[in-house]
């Protein structure tokens, strides 16, 4: 179980396109990343991705108004039902068209989905046992163009659909005998947006023009008597209807599907409903009372939002407080009261269009999403204030790197930004911007406390991770560009290698004085390595070798060792005794530093294999297009290597036996070129493949426009007229060996080994059960029952056991622990120092251990490396966070102090003025 990594969070990318939703507690966000869900917690300031994924995008969430279930849509129509407090999916289903908008029922009985020119009306699982999960109850089919929005009404009864051809229809869920969906006609543009205000059925609608208008509704009983010529019985019209309802809806008898459309085409329609079934059984000469239906636009209801001709995007309302949330094509958010239309706010966040808006149901906050820039807000409008402000990188990520505690990542993108996350929130904390191109390279100090990064704009830079500036420069002496990077273990010595020139530059870092120019490769650099044990640089290139130098030596000449192909990574063991080297022809050389030999090779041509390219005219393994890995990270222990490359695959293979263990597969996306390992040949044609022939039907001109170079490929997406492919281009081992990240086209991967669900026993046997352990921990023999818990392994059990044993029997137990038990335990505490509220008991803990134990350890330094690390991690992070609470009780301390001297100053004024 050692490599049962999960997926565990996706950073580096917080919204891409779709709909974004707050929870019903409003304390939380979900986003459609990709093909995925991010949760980002807004109070505990954590962010948490779903482990599950669709087939496509995601273009539409929709959730229960309890929480409880979450349906995810992607482009092509299939659905994920989702029970989100247990984080597993219930059902799949394939909706079989594009969906544009899903809403939920207030009841929660049904959901309403739009299908191109029809609404459909489903029935949600209840408690009883059924043999289908989802039920079609109603089909809406009386459209004549696609629908746009739905909004439900607050009593459920009534649904309001929005179509392409700007109008409005409001359709009756509930039986209601005659009644006929009413139409609203009086926007000029498609509607992007439908409202019921409250508990009553006025409607706002927001159309893309900029126009808001607010319908009146009306229901009166009107008792009339049924005149002599009136057709006796239901119409023959009305016979079909009820015989389709029959036919369409088995699960539903009280309900009938509205297939026929005889409302008004007016501003003010009027549509007739009996009270009950024996008012259609009226004959001539009787009274019948009839419940009249209006709905009517007063010329003050017409609104405008006046935002420089700018479109309508996306529009949200709180029926609560009457709050109307619109964005529009220019970056634009504005806050409107109604039914009045006072502006409260309005706010530019951006130079794209605004995607997506959403409200908290107390009302306070807004979330807002920008598929252009991958940009997700949040904006607490009474204070104008940011909750939350996160972006990805605009482009692909291109390297990253972990700190030397574990508990950050540093990235770096082809939009020359470099990006440092928190490995336990998800989030991203600052932002450095001063290169000028894409970021080739990316190294941690060994101290923590930098960061250095090299770019192709002829510049290395040193940023401080505690100041958060840009502290230090290198440059070469002529304009190049660098294509790798390497610091020595000490942290003095910074090298990068050229791409153009073929030198290797040396800097000091303390200094920023070049030291040395290592001149002898024939082609540009591809990889840098320091040994992790002295002061020896290995550099990798393209002219097919790679060379060793001794910074301190200053040989004129290094002698070559040369490989049949070009090389693209290379990577040092932590021991410093052995090298990988991985080639062109996906061929991984290893290298006894020690005895100057190859000590074994990889042949990786089949484990690097993807997927096709969409226009791939062959099979993968026929290409001519040459796949490898291009880069390589050994973990902490050094027994096993980490590969990554242009593939959706990342390998783990052991070092030993040189075999492959385990292969991941970082995306299933099929919006992602080179997913797929069997295309379609039926979706190529004569003008390409039919997944890259954009269909604009549906676009505003500024979308359709393109202004791209030709044959760029980096740059704006949006523009791109390709799609972009999956491949990994960077890996790392945490320094705790309990996680690790890829760099890939959808974000920051991060996998770790869960625990909490995985049963690994060491050593078990049968008299070992969780109620053998109970008992032994009652007699208080709690030697005994750790080494039973750690044999058993379950983690609860384990916590329950440790927690137990009083706290003056800690190092009595501790010295009593057999030696094969202490890198567990030291790894349990570690874990427990992050998360439990006990953190003096687990301090005892982690200092008895060290104390008894200490020289066992430092004798296997190397098997602890993997405890010790993540201890260390774990003990920065409550330093942290203990220091940061210190200086918050500090400062109100003072303040308090002050406001007491100043208090009492005052009243021995006081009271020397009364004495006087």
């Known amino acids: 179980m050692k490599f049962a990594y999960k997926f565990s969070n996706l950073c580096g990318s917080v919204y891409h396109q779709g709909n974004v939703l707050f929870t019903p507690d409003g304390n939380s966000v979900l986003s459609p990343v990709g093909n995925r869900v991010s949760i980002f ?64 029922s207030p009841d929660g009985r ?7 020119n029809q609404v459909h009306i489903w029935r949600m699982p209840g408690a009883e046992k059924e043999f289908a999960m989802l039920t079609l109850d109603r089909r809406l089919a009386s459209l004549h163009a696609p629908v746009t929005c739905l909004a439900w009404s607050s009593d459920s009864k009534f649904l309001a659909v929005g179509t392409r051809n700007n109008t409005a229809k409001v359709f009756s869920i509930t039986h209601i005998p005659h009644y006929h969906p009413v139409t609203l006609t009086a926007h000029r543009d498609r509607i992007v947006g439908l409202f019921f205000a409250g508990d009553s059925n006025d409607l706002y609608s927001v159309s893309r023009d900029g126009t808001a208008l607010h319908w009146h509704a009306k229901a009166e009983e009107v008792t009339e008597e049924v005149p002599a010529d009136a057709p006796q019985g239901p119409s023959k019209r009305q016979r079909k209807g009820k015989s389709r309802a029959v036919v369409l809806s088995d699960a539903a008898p009280d309900s009938a599907a509205m297939e026929d459309d005889s409302g008004s085409s007016s501003s003010s329609s009027e549509s007739e409903s009996e009270a009950g079934d024996d008012a259609e059984k009226a004959t001539a000469g009787q009274t019948v009372t009839y419940t009249k239906h209006k709905w009517w636009l007063a010329k003050e209801d017409k609104h405008y939002f006046l935002q420089n001709h700018a479109k ?16 529009f094509s220019t970056g634009v958010f504005g806050l409107y009261e109604m039914p009045d239309f006072n502006n409260i706010h309005t706010l530019s966040i951006s130079q794209k269009r605004i995607s997506s808006v959403a409200i908290n149901p107390g009302g306070e906050w807004l979330a807002i999403g920008c598929a252009r820039l991958g940009q997700l807000l949040v904006w607490e409008w009474c204070s104008e204030t940011y909750v939350l402000k996160q972006q990805g990188h605009a482009y692909d990520m291109s390297v990253l790197a972990f700190s030397p505690d574990g508990q950050l990542i ?79 273990n000490s942290g003095e010595l910074v090298t990068a290698g050229a791409l153009d020139t073929f030198d290797v530059f040396v800097w000091n870092m303390r200094t920023g004085r070049l030291l040395e120019v290592l001149a002898g490769h024939e082609g540009p650099i591809s990889s840098l390595s320091f040994s992790p044990v002295s002061a020896v640089l290995v550099s990798g290139s393209w002219d097919k070798s790679i060379r060793v130098w001794d910074i301190f ?54 484990d690097v294999l993807g997927g096709r390219l969409a226009e791939d005219r062959m099979a993968a393994k026929s290409s001519d297009q040459s796949k490898q890995f291009t880069s390589l990270c050994y973990s902490a222990d050094g027994t096993h290597l980490l590969a990554g490359g242009a593939t959706k695959y990342v390998c ?65 997406k949006s523009s791109r007229r390709t799609r972009p492919e ?78 137990t044993i009083p706290r003056r029997d800690i190092a009595l137990i501790v010295e009593f622990l057999p030696a094969v038990f202490v890198a567990r335990l030291l790894m349990f505490v570690s874990k427990q120092l992050e998360s439990s509220r006990h953190i003096e008991f687990y301090l005892d803990w982690c200092v008895t251990i060290l104390t008894v134990h200490g020289s066992y350890i430092r004798t296997n330094l190397r098997t602890h490396a993997v405890s010790l690390r993540a201890v260390q991690k774990a003990l920065s992070g409550q330093r942290d966070a203990l220091g940061r609470i210190s200086n918050d009780n500090l400062y109100q301390m003072r303040y308090l102090l002050h406001r007491f001297d100043t208090v009492a100053t005052s009243e021995s004024l006081g009271a020397l003025e009364e004495a006087q």
Not at 419 to 443: D, M, P, Q, R, Y
Not at 476 to 487: D, E, I, K, N, R
Request: hydrophobic share 40%.
């Open 41 to 104: 917690d807004l109070v505990n300031n954590t962010s948490r991705t779903l482990p599950f994924e669709n087939r496509c995008n995601i273009i539409r969430l929709a959730l229960s108004r309890d929480g409880a279930l979450l349906i995810s849509i992607d482009e092509e129509g299939r659905a994920l039902l989702i029970n989100l407090p247990k984080n597993c999916v219930i059902h799949h289903f394939n909706f079989k068209s594009p969906v544009t908008d899903l809403q939920f």
């Open 410 to 488: 540093a990235t770096g993108g082809d939009d020359a930004k470099v990006k440092l996350w928190n490995t336990t929130s998800g989030f991203c904390f600052v932002t450095f911007a001063e290169h000028t191109a894409s970021i080739t390279g990316i190294k941690f100090a060994q101290s923590g406390l930098a960061v250095v990064t090299s770019s192709l704009d002829g510049t290395v830079r040193a940023f401080d991770t505690t100041r958060y500036r840009n502290f230090r420069t290198f440059t070469a002496p002529h304009p190049t560009q660098f294509a790798c990077l390497a610091l020595d």
């Open 652 to 716: 783990i293979y052991d070092v030993t036996q040189l075999v492959l263990l385990r292969r991941f597969c970082v995306s299933a996306n099929r919006s992602i070129d080179g997913t797929l390992r069997m295309l379609n040949s039926s979706n190529m044609t004569e003008a390409g493949a039919l997944d890259l022939i954009d269909d604009y039907s549906d676009s505003d001109l500024e979308e359709r426009l393109d202004r791209s170079l030709p044959g760029v490929k980096k740059g704006d």
């Open 110 to 116: 049904r959901f309403a989905v739009t299908h191109k």
């Open 726 to 803: 999956i491949r990994t281009r960077c890996v790392q081992f945490s320094p705790s060996g309990r996680a690790w990240s890829a760099a890939t086209t959808e974000g920051l991967m991060i996998y770790s080994l869960d625990d909490a669900y995985a049963f690994d026993p060491f050593d078990l046997s049968l008299e070992i059960t969780p109620a053998s352990i109970k008992k032994v921990l009652a007699d208080s023999e709690y030697a005994k029952a750790l080494v039973m818990a750690f044999r058993l392994n379950e983690t609860p059990l384990l916590h329950e056991v440790v927690e």
């Open 312 to 327: 309508v995007v996306c529009a949200t309302f709180h029926a609560a407080t009457g709050l109307l949330v619109a964005g």
């Open 553 to 606: 030596e200053h040989k004129e000449s290094v002698e070559p060792i040369v490989h049949t192909t070009d090389v693209v990574a290379l990577a040092y063991r932590p021991d410093g005794a052995q090298i990988v080297v991985s080639t062109l022809d996906a061929q991984l050389s290893f290298w006894d530093m020690l005895k100057s030999r190859i000590s074994g090779t990889i042949d990786a041509r089949h």
